[in-house]
């Protein structure tokens, strides 16, 4: 499997990488999300993140295309950063970079490694989060089929279901993430530093998300990166957590609208 040159910055965001390999079957394949576009649309390539599902990221992906952007989307089956290198590879090489969460870590580290026209990040965090989220999901045993996220209850909590707990409800659309996932998330320790980013940058945050902490993100941003703190310091109407960033059309269409502009600037 070909993939991008990765520099020192990003390494430790990706640990043990020949423990990651797939099959072809398995490799990770861009799908488009929208209606059909003509000829020489800029791509949106959106980056899913592991262990939600691809309904999960519907927003985003209508919020794209309204702007006259065709959306495309992938899955990640490992942390491999040549999964992602060969998916980029697959579509035009001037597209836009799309993620949230841990999907949108993995596009800032592939970005760092290859920028893209633009990149665009919701509620993504940049270095290794002090997570609950993630205590909780490290301190759990790992069936061979992965951890069914729409499942997990905690007795501690009256047997609530734990993600609506540490993510915000309402809850995405959830999935499985597997043991390599895991992994490669407690193994990260060095921060993804987009600070000598050549490119367009908007970073979206919430103001009550407990993954991608804002002081936990900005240290790695570029001065002239465009950054949106969606939430009552900005005098929205309701908080942003973290799935909030994902699934409200606020602040998917304010990140879809930058991009669209950017892009046009560019032409």
Same mark, same amino acid.
């Given at each position: 499997?070909?993939?991008?040159?990765?520099?020192?910055?990003?390494?430790?965001? =990706?640990?043990?990488?020949?423990?990651?390999?797939?099959?072809?079957?398995?490799?990770?394949?861009?799908?488009?999300?929208?209606?059909?576009?003509?000829?020489?649309?800029?791509?949106?390539?959106?980056?899913?993140?592991?262990?939600?599902?691809?309904?999960?990221?519907?927003? =985003?992906?209508?919020?794209?295309?309204?702007?006259?952007?065709?959306?495309?989307?992938?899955?990640?089956?490992?942390?491999?950063?040549?999964?992602?290198?060969?998916?980029?590879?697959?579509?035009?090489?001037?597209?836009?970079?799309?993620?949230?969460?841990?999907?949108?870590?993995?596009?800032?580290?592939?970005?760092?490694?290859?920028?893209?026209?633009?990149?665009?990040?919701?509620?993504?965090?940049?270095?290794?989060?002090?997570?609950?989220?993630?205590?909780?999901?490290?301190?759990?045993?790992?069936?061979?089929?992965?951890?069914? =996220?729409?499942?997990?209850?905690?007795?501690?909590?009256?047997?609530?279901?734990?993600?609506?707990?540490?993510?915000?409800?309402?809850?995405?659309?959830?999935?499985?993430?597997?043991?390599?996932?895991?992994?490669?998330?407690?193994?990260?320790?060095?921060?993804?530093?987009?600070?000598?980013?050549?490119?367009?940058?908007?970073?979206?945050?919430?103001?009550?998300?407990?993954?991608?902490?804002?002081?936990?993100?900005?240290?790695?941003?570029?001065?002239?990166?465009?950054?949106?703190?969606?939430?009552?310091?900005?005098?929205?109407?309701?908080?942003?957590?973290?799935?909030?960033?994902?699934?409200?059309?606020?602040?998917?269409?304010?990140?879809?609208?930058?991009?669209?502009?950017?892009?046009?600037?560019?032409?």
């Amino acid at each position: 499997m070909s993939g991008l040159p990765w520099p020192a910055m990003a390494l430790p965001l =990706l640990p043990l990488l020949t423990l990651f390999a797939v099959s072809a079957a398995d490799a990770a394949v861009p799908v488009d999300v929208g209606r059909p576009m003509p000829p020489g649309t800029p791509v949106a390539l959106v980056v899913e993140s592991p262990g939600l599902a691809r309904a999960a990221h519907q927003a =985003l992906f209508d919020a794209l295309e309204a702007e006259g952007l065709d959306a495309w989307t992938v899955t990640l089956p490992s942390p491999d950063p040549a999964e992602l290198a060969d998916a980029r590879a697959a579509l035009p090489p001037d597209l836009v970079l799309v993620g949230h969460g841990i999907g949108g870590a993995w596009a800032a580290a592939s970005a760092a490694a290859a920028p893209p026209r633009a990149l665009v990040l919701l509620g993504a965090p940049l270095a290794p989060p002090a997570s609950a989220l993630l205590d909780d999901l490290h301190a759990r045993p790992v069936p061979a089929g992965g951890l069914d =996220l729409a499942a997990l209850t905690e007795a501690r909590w009256r047997d609530r279901r734990v993600l609506a707990l540490l993510l915000g409800t309402p809850l995405p659309s959830l999935g499985r993430i597997d043991a390599a996932w895991l992994q490669a998330l407690a193994d990260w320790t060095a921060p993804v530093d987009l600070r000598a980013l050549p490119c367009p940058l908007y970073v979206g945050m919430g103001d009550l998300d407990e993954l991608g902490q804002p002081e936990a993100i900005r240290p790695w941003l570029p001065a002239d990166a465009r950054v949106v703190r969606f939430g009552r310091l900005r005098m929205d109407p309701t908080a942003f957590d973290h799935a909030a960033l994902l699934a409200s059309p606020r602040s998917t269409r304010a990140a879809a609208r930058w991009l669209a502009a950017t892009v046009a600037e560019q032409r």
